[in-house]
């Protein structure tokens, strides 16, 4: 079952973007996908308010999330199925260096939990507001390697996420490599261990593919696998 701070989960994190492009506007769209029956995506709109993303500046985050999930419910043959969708509106600030980004944001996320039947032992229900802050970090140490890293929490339910990946280019801006996540929150928590493909262009959009091993304290052990792609404008 995701939580609030799934979203984050597909975030590409602050991409090196190439310096020729004025970008002022960066969409990230993405998709997870997990055997403990889960399937949820994303799209996420990073703006800088003052000059370029290629520069250190101001940001807003406008982030939208919606997705399907089960479990087993408290009675034999019982099966909850949930449907959640969530908005985030953050402000924030990114730093951009030669070799690496860093990010950090903070606003509030709105989130809508429906089960199909009620679960007295789930306390993540219902429609609520609550203060969210976030970060991302870009390294690139040598031409050759990568380290990224995007976290989040969220008052709302205690909701947690966060996400590493390293990587060795395998072409020029390609990079393969291991990836973890931590998620939780009041009722749900889950942890995931697999790999990355991140970097390669499909014609003007960026794009990312993971997959690996997950088990969560519901569900427990499964896979999952991830597309991202990034646009810039």
């Known amino acids: 079952m995701p939580e609030i701070g799934f979203a984050a989960d597909w975030y590409t994190g602050a991409e090196q973007v190439v310096p020729q492009d004025d970008w002022i506007v960066a969409v990230d769209a993405a998709a997870t996908v997990t055997s403990n029956s889960s399937a949820f995506g994303a799209v996420t709109a990073t703006?800088?308010?003052?000059?370029?993303?290629?520069?250190?500046?101001?940001?807003?985050?406008?982030?939208?999330?919606?997705?399907?999930?089960?479990?087993?419910?408290?009675?034999?043959?019982?099966?909850?199925?949930?449907?959640?969708?969530?908005?985030?509106?953050?402000?924030?600030?990114e730093w951009i260096w030669q070799q690496a980004?860093?990010?950090?944001?903070?606003?509030?996320?709105?989130?809508?939990?429906?089960?199909?039947?009620?679960?007295?032992?789930?306390?993540?229900?219902?429609?609520?507001?609550?203060?969210?802050?976030?970060?991302?970090?870009?390294?690139?140490?040598?031409?050759?390697?990568?380290?990224?890293?995007?976290?989040?929490?969220?008052?709302?339910?205690?909701?947690?996420?966060?996400?590493?990946?390293?990587?060795?280019?395998?072409?020029?801006?390609?990079?393969?490599?291991?990836?973890?996540?931590?998620?939780?929150?009041?009722?749900?928590?889950q942890w995931r261990v697999g790999a990355h493909l991140t970097g390669f262009f499909v014609g003007p959009m960026k794009f990312s593919l993971g997959a690996g091993y997950v088990f969560d304290r519901i569900q427990k052990s499964g896979y999952y696998t991830s597309v991202e792609a990034r646009a810039a404008f």
């Open 101 to 189: 980004a860093v990010a950090g944001y903070i606003g509030f996320n709105v989130r809508h939990n429906e089960l199909s039947i009620p679960d007295p032992r789930n306390p993540v229900v219902g429609t609520g507001v609550g203060a969210k802050v976030a970060a991302d970090i870009y390294l690139n140490p040598t031409v050759d390697t990568l380290f990224a890293a995007n976290a989040s929490y969220s008052t709302l339910f205690r909701a947690y996420y966060a996400r590493l990946r390293a990587g060795f280019a395998v072409a020029d801006g390609v990079f393969l490599g291991p990836e973890g996540t931590f998620l939780g929150d009041q009722f749900f928590n």
């Open 47 to 93: 703006i800088a308010t003052a000059y370029t993303l290629v520069e250190s500046g101001p940001r807003v985050r406008l982030q939208s999330v919606d997705g399907v999930y089960s479990y087993p419910g408290a009675g034999a043959g019982r099966t909850v199925h949930g449907v959640q969708a969530e908005g985030s509106a953050l402000l924030g600030y």
